[in-house]
């Protein structure tokens, strides 16, 4: 009997030990678990934290960016209200007449330098500049590249050459003058080559033909470029 009574006390003890046991086992499990998920989301955490500070300091780069952009805006419409306003232009006419010198600033600029390819306009213009000096427009040649040239200007847009052939007659004075009136115009004009050839009519009277190779230019205007930038 005492035998059978120690052998109920040893299995007591033992299975108070294996569930000692299987408790620090459980708890050592839960301590486990509960440490690498604290740490997965800590270290989750620390990522969206450096992301979300990133994010804010690319909006705050932006913000400053805008806050440029729009003071340099607002400097540019004062200067541009200025430059339009005044009631004498850049050429020394007035901003109000019809005379070859006069127009708004604005119109002598785009006028000067077009932003589009636009070959009849050009022709308007040299018809114009030698019809005003008293001459016979005999022909005006030219290629009009208007498809070729159709294509939207990237980067930083350049003069693009626009060539034509200008032939024109009259007495010698008058030529001389339509020379001197491209010489003045407010859009750039460039003669590579100039041939005379004198005749006198049928009535005696001397007259001069001039044929002009020239180049004119317009440039493209400038796109603004917007990006969008991921934050990564």
């Excluded at 419409?77 to 005379?99: D, E, L, P, R």
């Excluded at 626009?162 to 007659?169: A, G, I, Q, R």
């Amino acid at each position: 009997m005492a035998q059978k009574h120690n052998d109920q006390v040893l299995s007591m003890k033992r299975l108070g030990v294996d569930k000692a046991n299987a408790r620090i086992v459980a708890v050592t499990a839960i301590a486990a678990f509960l440490s690498i998920f604290f740490l997965v989301g800590s270290y989750t955490l620390i990522g969206q934290l450096r992301y979300q500070n990133r994010v804010i300091s690319a909006k705050k780069t932006a913000v400053n960016q805008l806050k440029t952009n729009i003071g340099a805006r607002d400097s540019l419409v004062k200067s541009y209200n200025s430059f339009a306003s005044a009631t004498q232009n850049f050429i020394g006419g007035s901003s109000s007449g019809g005379g070859p010198q006069d127009g708004s600033n604005p119109v002598l600029v785009l006028d000067a330098l077009p932003s589009t390819y636009d070959f009849p306009a050009l022709t308007t213009t040299l018809e114009k500049l030698a019809s005003d000096q008293h001459v016979t427009i005999d022909d005006i040649e030219g290629s009009d590249d208007s498809a070729a040239q159709s294509a939207p200007a990237v980067g930083n847009p350049q003069p693009v050459e626009m060539p034509f052939v200008l032939k024109v007659s009259g007495d010698y004075n008058s030529i001389l003058n339509t020379v001197n009136a491209f010489d003045r115009s407010i859009r750039p004009i460039q003669f590579t080559k100039l041939v005379l050839t004198g005749a006198t009519s049928d009535s005696g009277t001397p007259t001069v033909s001039a044929e002009m190779d020239g180049s004119s230019y317009y440039q493209a205007a400038k796109t603004l470029n917007i990006k969008k930038k991921v934050v990564q």
